[in-house]
Nanobody
Framework: QLQASGGGLVQPGSSLTLSCTGSGRALSSYTMAWFRQAPGEEREFLGGITWKGDRTRYGDSVRGRFIISRDNAGNTVDLRMNALRPEDTAVYLC??????????????????WGQGTLVTVSS
């Protein structure tokens, strides 16, 4: 079970950190990623991190603004989001992939998903 938390209503330009925790599952065995999905849109890859935390990969729309990190001892993966924009409004989901070699951007490569947390960016 993956549990995403930390969403809410924020103003444009602000920052927010989302957390993903593993319940009954050691996240250290997986490549982890964050996706988001807005109404009527496809699921979008935001960022991924290897099981060691030694490599990251980001989607074009958030590169330079969002930072993914992990704490294997605490069994958590965070997404720090800076300079938020109204177009960042979406449900944010964390996901786990057993492929520990590459960081995939395709949702189909991830076998475990959290339930999502809503982020709304509005003034």
């Amino acid at each position: 079970q993956l549990q995403a938390s930390g969403g809410g209503l924020v103003q444009p330009g602000s920052s927010l950190t989302l957390s993903c925790t593993g319940s009954g599952r050691a996240l250290s065995s997986y490549t982890m990623a964050w996706f988001r999905q807005a109404p009527g849109e496809e699921r979008e890859f935001l960022g991924g991190i290897t099981w060691k935390g030694d490599r990251t990969r980001y989607g074009d729309s958030v590169r330079g603004r969002f930072i993914i990190s992990r704490d294997n001892a605490g069994n958590t993966v965070d997404l720090r989001m800076n300079a938020l924009r109204p177009e960042d409004t979406a449900v944010y989901l964390c996901a786990a992939s057993p492929n520990v070699i590459t960081i995939n951007s395709l949702p189909s490569m991830y076998t475990h998903w959290g339930q999502g947390t809503l982020v709304t960016v509005s003034s």
